[in-house]
């Protein structure tokens, strides 16, 4: 779930992963800008590996010396007709808006599992489970903040989830994009190749493809 972002110009000659950061200051027209946020934000979804991410925008001057959160209030519901993915808001505060980005087919096909089927059951979801149901489900849990059960829509392990619900002590002290409890390696793995494909976005952006031009190849 990405977050950041800021106003350098350049993501060559890094020797550290880029981020939004590194990017940013190449988009001056703003919807473009949001654009490319977004673009980036969600790019395992856009590459069709991940059902679906959660994205906060926040409502505070980026780096890049704009308020992504003003910027999709004015373009957003243009910018959904467009998109490659299906949007959600979860939550929307002063501080901030919480988005979910999801494929809608990839989705279906985790809620069909018998593992998130029986999880969700569990939790008081509704059964039979449906995807508008669940989703209208737990976008009711955001009111009192984010649920834990949402890192299972986002492609998460189960047993990961599983375990920081129990508020376990995390087993891999390894950077990954989620908490990792028991063992690591299929983790970090499906950690790692969610990453590299934010990184490919990152890298594409920075060599001057254009934000809505990526989001069409989707």
Same mark, same amino acid.
């Given at each position: 779930?990405m977050?950041?972002a ?5 993501a060559?000659g ?8 590194? &990017?940013?200051g190449?988009?001056?027209d ?7 946020f977004?673009t980036v934000a969600?790019?395992?979804? &856009? ?7 959660l994205?906060?925008?926040p409502?505070?001057k980026?780096p890049?010396g ?5 910027l ?13 993915f ?6 929307v ?5 919480l988005?979910? &980005? ?7 096909r ?23 149901a ?6 009711g ?8 059960? &949402? ?18 002590e ?21 950690s ?13 952006l920075?060599?001057?493809q ?9």
């Open positions: 779930m977050t950041e800021g106003s350098s110009c350049s060559s890094l020797k550290r992963e880029p981020t939004w950061i590194d &990017v940013a190449m988009f001056p703003p919807k473009e800008c949001l654009t490319a977004l969600a790019a395992e979804v &856009v590459a069709g590996i991940k059902p679906a991410n994205i906060r925008i409502n505070q980026l890049c704009r308020r992504m959160y003003r999709w209030q004015r373009f957003g519901e243009e910018l959904m007709s467009i998109l490659p299906t949007v959600m808001t979860m939550k505060s002063e501080e901030s808006i988005l979910l &980005v999801y494929r809608i087919e990839l989705l279906q985790r809620l069909q599992g018998r593992t998130m089927q029986t999880f969700l059951a569990r939790l008081g979801y509704p059964q039979p489970l449906d995807l508008d669940a989703l209208a489900q737990l976008q849990s955001f009111a009192t903040g984010i649920p834990h059960e &949402v890192g299972m829509f986002l492609g998460y392990p189960f047993k990961d989830v599983k375990g920081f619900m129990a508020q376990k995390p087993t891999s002290q390894e950077r990954g994009m989620w908490r990792i409890y028991g063992p690591a390696g299929r983790s970090l793995q499906l790692n190749y969610y990453r590299s494909k934010r990184m490919e976005m990152i890298r594409k920075a060599h001057g254009v934000p809505n031009q990526l989001l069409q190849a989707a």
